[in-house]
């Protein structure tokens, strides 16, 4: 038999002053089931709670409703003085007597009224609610890190810096992601390799990082603390316990014209390679696409070259497992495509460039030494002109939203030109100039000011080619409220920032969800910022929005504190409110398996003794589940109820109301 | 005349509507506790039952609500795109669309079923919501005896 | 060769070779049309089809007396297809053989690949009777009273023998919601309030899957006008949605998925 309490509130006089609390009280104590009924001035006060706790002690009560103020107020308070009195804590509901009716409604009689009722619903709830437990999730403290770019080094480096293990995944040969590409960074000028590459060293070499580069990630199962996740190990061709990195195979490799993807087609590589002197495992893999021996079947001459006999031809990829409790994505962006703009020669000019052509052809170790010189003929461009916004801020052909980072890396593209080519012209046109952040707006005014980039407020119609060889750019100057041509040497397009191309399949793979752009989700846009929709999954860099580097790492650094911060306990604990499948009906209809906003509804199969199928039926995954009731609702036969919203109380709240 | 229509006018100030409120917990029931703190008023003929989302709101607890004798419904949560779990609320509204012509059809019409979303910081939204929502059945007077749900024995 | 002697040699065929063990079709019983279980390919002559043949059999396919015997091949008009499509969508059934027959034409042995393929080129546009639009229109221009005196009346009829249930091949739940007593969400007398939940909840569990075949309706032996129920929420579903369920084996249900963009002009 239940023995309710009921426990009324006057919360001073905020509910007393509209609400006869003593009335409420009497009427409580009529309701069946109902063994005790108290009201007094401060319920959540010591002594009120005490009230609560002796209650519960001496009446043996079974379930207890406080009329008070909001739960979101003061439930976790009054849960605890159950429990303290030995009662489970969800046994134990609010009615809200303050926010949803003292406070709303004058008329005394009416609210009273009302207050009955609402005590009422929680009484008949709370017969019918069962003592909850937290579910304890134990968590593997191995964190997966996917990219292997700036964001995702720092985050590494930060887990692994905690104590804690790390998986890095990477996609290419090499760590170090865009910014091993970087000639300089703005706003400080400072060597972009100066500072990364020792970055990439110390994660290469950290006794808690595990380094997977050419690598990808295949398959995902599990769930938050308890994640098994499939990666693929490409085959390399090359076996990295012998090679030395001694560089003899890539200099006997006759395939020599291969564009080089870390210059951006701007310089060569040749089969087998590392993408760049600096590479971080310092080793090279053969690009199966490319080597002749791999496609052709004869050659072999890196094979001859190396001492150490490293090379196999016949490596194979491998597909490894590891468990891991949490994921950290940093996969990064690519510039977008400009080819879709035909008035800007449809990706077809030599010399029409993107960002990172210019900061090849600018970087020291880049194909052109650090010297300014065009891709069509070599020569150093006299003229150079920028355009921002390419595909940016442009619904209709390119993107709607706006980089964020093209300001300030053609504002440092005008300055690295003009600090090489002292005579030339660097022109930039422009919608704004967006250029928050520390030190940007000085950066900008250095620019202009300082090494006189000139700056052309307006969109650039079109570009094309003239007999000599001259880029015509043919724009207009808003503010001046004219047209302007200008004969151009190179023209350097600020593409769009895009996610990394296979980032829907990965996030995918991890049930986080992305926008139609496909920028990773966040959990919440302005209070779980590094979070996703998928528990124990975390976003840091550029997959998420576009992101420069100090934001970057700001958010690795985020991510890794809450990978720490999961990990800082053996096991989760989990708030009780799961939905559970009663699989004896349950027909297998997949309507609640669709519906599940967080996966967690899976397909399990009953077997015999024998482990033959006898049928397959929904299950709930408790890790997963985070307890919305979708699936309940959807359930036709009503085989799935939801533990603290469970059929029968929300049933009992309705039935009186009658 | 005069005095029918006073009459009436009586009656219809008299008769007090009975409306049963579905409310998820992250957005309507918190804006309704905001019209609480913002100290709002609003008539006192709404019960709320709280659900932890609008996704678990089976349309078997309207069905209830009616059989009861409940004059109307509402059904509230969070704007599309804010749904705590992300996609309750889409899932709801789906249901919605299709049960509330189903109702409309067998005589339970758009002045008994409201539909509503009001966010945690929408206060305002909900005191006015169940201002209008009260005065709209109040107008339309009571569900009985044209209720085809209700219970009778 | 008529269609009923096509369907006969098929079927015979199949028996024969093993393909089938059970043919389910069509026979006559006096005036009426009954369905036939034929296992023997001596069995195939009691097998007819013509325009009077309406009973959904796909309802027998998930019966496990039936999924017993092995494979079972099925005579299936239209409406019979769109059924199997559905129960497919939604995993009941992995596979189906089906003697694919029109309102114009026989098209032979199919599965179900071919059955939805066939739908889809043959018959994308299954319209319902002018008649049941036209009732459908005459409800709606009711008022919401006259609306709601109309099916009181009519489902003060319903007497809960669940014909309707048994006749439909989507009602296949282990336990249905109308026998789940924990709670007792519908009443089970057969009374107004529990009569109005049952028929307001079996139309509304086939939203977005209801075919549109009739079976329900015909099975009712007290005459109600089911059909009214499941056309509007077809009509909505497929105005709404842009919905069709039974056309494509692979189709998410349509409650338990959602567009971003779908209509809200109702929510305030």
Redesign the interface.
């Known amino acids: 038999m239940a023995r309710i309490g009921v426990f009324i509130c006057h919360c001073g006089e905020n509910i007393a002053r509209t609400v006869d609390c003593a009335a409420v009280a009497a009427a409580a104590a009529k309701m069946p089931g109902v063994v005790h009924s108290a009201d007094y001035k401060y319920m959540c006060s010591d002594p009120g709670q005490q009230m609560i706790r002796q209650a519960i002690a001496e009446k043996k009560l079974t379930g207890a409703v406080v009329g008070a103020c909001s739960p979101r107020m003061h439930e976790p308070t009054f849960r605890r003085a159950a429990a303290e009195a030995g009662l489970n804590p969800y046994l134990l509901e609010m009615a809200n007597l303050r926010e949803h009716c003292s406070w709303v409604h004058e008329d005394r009689a009416a609210a009273t009224a009302k207050a009955i009722d609402l005590v009422r619903v929680m009484v008949e709830k709370v017969k019918r609610n069962r003592s909850l437990y937290p579910i304890r999730v134990p968590i593997e403290p191995t964190a997966l890190v996917v990219g292997g770019g700036i964001a995702g080094i720092q985050a590494a480096l930060d887990i692994a810096g905690g104590g804690k293990k790390v998986i890095l995944v990477e996609r290419g040969p090499s760590i170090g992601g865009h910014m091993a590409r970087l000639s300089e960074t703005f706003p400080t000028l400072d060597c972009s390799q100066c500072i990364l590459t020792p970055r990439m060293v110390e994660a290469a070499s950290h006794p808690n990082i595990t380094l997977m580069t050419y690598s990808e990630v295949e398959a995902v199962e599990g769930f938050v603390g308890n994640f098994q996740v499939t990666i693929r190990r490409k085959a390399k061709y090359v076996d990295w316990s012998k090679c030395t990195g001694c560089g003899d195979c890539w200099a006997k490799c006759p395939a020599r014209k291969i564009p080089s993807e870390f210059d951006a087609r701007l310089g060569a590589r040749t089969a087998i390679y590392r993408p760049f002197p600096q590479a971080v495992p310092n080793k090279p893999v053969i690009d199966r696409e490319h080597c002749i021996m791999l496609t052709k079947g004869k050659c072999g001459a890196c094979a001859k070259a190396c001492q150490r006999g490293a090379v196999n031809f016949k490596d194979q990829d491998e597909l490894v497992k590891v468990k891991v409790g949490a994921v950290v994505l940093a996969t990064g962006f690519d510039l977008w495509d400009h080819s879709a703009y035909g008035e800007y020669g449809a990706g077809k000019f030599a010399d029409v460039i993107d960002g990172f052509q210019f900061e090849r052809l600018a970087s020291a170790s880049g194909p052109t030494g650090g010297e300014i010189r065009r891709p069509s003929d070599g020569q150093v461009p006299r003229t150079v002109v920028f355009i921002q916004c390419c595909g940016s801020r442009d619904e209709k052909v390119g993107k709607a939203y706006c980089s964020k980072i093209c300001c300030m890396y053609t504002a440092k593209h005008g300055m690295l030109y003009k600090h090489k080519v002292h005579d030339g012209r660097a022109i930039v046109f422009y919608m704004d100039i967006r250029a928050a952040g520390k030190g940007y707006e000085e950066f900008i005014r250095r620019a202009v000011e300082a090494d006189g980039v000139e700056y052309v407020r307006g969109r650039v119609s079109r570009i094309y080619r003239r007999t000599d060889g001259k880029l015509i750019v043919r724009g207009a100057d808003t503010l001046a409220g004219r047209a302007v041509t200008v004969e151009a040497d190179m023209v350097v397009l600020a593409d769009a920032v895009v996610p990394r191309s296979g980032g829907e399949k990965l996030a995918q793979l991890f049930g986080v969800g992305y926008d139609t752009d496909g920028f990773y989700s966040e959990a919440h846009p302005k209070l779980r910022p590094v979070e996703t929709a998928a528990a124990g999954v975390f976003l840091a860099g550029a997959c998420q929005s576009p992101k420069d580097i100090p934001d970057s790492v700001a958010q690795a650094s985020a991510a890794a504190a809450k990978v720490l911060g999961l990990f800082a306990r053996p096991e989760l604990e989990r708030e009780p409110v799961v939905a559970r499948v009663n699989e004896n009906t349950c027909v297998h209809c997949r309507a609640c398996i669709q519906a599940c906003p967080y996966g967690a509804v899976e397909d399990h199969e009953i077997r015999d003794r024998k482990g033959h199928l006898v049928r397959t039926v929904a299950r709930v995954n408790e890790g997963l589940c985070q307890g919305c009731g979708t699936c309940v609702a959807i359930c036709r036969s009503g085989c799935i109820d939801l533990e603290g919203f469970t059929d029968e109380q929300v049933f009992s709240e309705i039935a009186t109301l009658e | 005349m005069a005095q029918t229509e006073t009459k009436t006018a009586e009656a219809a100030a008299a008769f007090q509507p ?1 409306i ?1 409120a579905f409310v998820c917990n992250w957005c309507t ?2 804006g ?6 913002s ?6 003929n709404v ?3 709280k ?3 609008t ?7 309207i ?3 009616f ?4 004059d109307a419904v509402l059904v509230s949560g969070c704007h ?2 804010d749904c ?5 609320n ?22 008994r079923l ?4 009001v966010s945690a910081a929408e206060g305002q939204k909900f ?1 006015d ?1 169940v201002a209008d929502i009260t005065e709209k059945v109040r107008a339309a007077g009571p569900l009985e005896p ?8 | 060769m008529s269609t009923s002697e096509a369907i006969r040699a098929d079927a015979a065929r199949l028996l024969a070779e093993g393909r089938a063990k059970l043919v389910i079709g069509y026979r006559a019983r006096g005036p009426h049309r009954a369905p036939a279980f034929v296992s023997d390919p001596a069995g195939v002559d009691v097998l007819i089809y013509d325009n009077l043949c309406k009973q959904n059999l796909a309802v027998y396919l998930r019966k496990p007396e039936v999924r017993s015997r092995g494979p079972v091949a099925v005579v299936a008009p239209p409406a019979v297809m769109r059924s199997l499509v559905v129960l497919a969508a939604e995993s009941q059934l992995t596979e189906a053989t089906v003697l694919a027959v029109g309102p114009d034409a026989y098209h032979g042995v199919l599965d179900l690949a071919g059955a939805a393929a066939l739908l889809k080129e043959k018959y994308a546009d299954l319209a319902p009777s002018p008649e049941l639009l036209e009732a459908l229109a005459k409800l709606d221009a009711m008022s919401p009273q006259e609306r709601a005196r109309f099916w009181t009346d009519q489902f003060a009829k319903c007497t809960r023998c669940y014909a309707c249930r048994a006749a439909c091949p989507l009602c296949y739940c282990a336990r249905c919601i109308v026998e789940k007593n924990v709670p007792q969400w519908i009443s089970t007398a057969a009374a107004q309030h529990g009569n109005f939940a049952w028929q307001i909840i079996r139309a509304f569990h086939q939203a977005g899957r209801c075919t549109l075949c009739g079976a329900c309706e015909a099975a009712c032996p007290q005459g109600i006008p089911l059909m009214l129920l499941n056309l509007a929420l077809s009509e909505e579903v497929a105005k709404q949605f842009g919905e069709k369920p039974g056309y494509d084996p692979a189709a998410k249900p349509v409650i338990g998925s959602w567009k971003p963009d779908d209509d809200q002009g109702f929510v305030r």
Do not use: M, Q
């Open positions: 009975r049963v029931y918190a309704a506790d905001l019209a609480g703190t100290r709002l008023r609003y008539p006192p019960r709320i039952i659900l932890p989302c996704g678990r709101i089976d349309p078997l607890f069905l209830k609500a059989e009861g004798g409940a599309p795109g705590h779990y992300t996609s309750g889409y899932h709801a509204r789906r249901r919605w669309a299709l049960f509330r012509r189903l109702l409309d059809l067998t005589g339970i019409d758009e002045r409201f539909f509503s979303w005191a919501l044209a209720n085809p749900a209700r219970r009778r024995l």
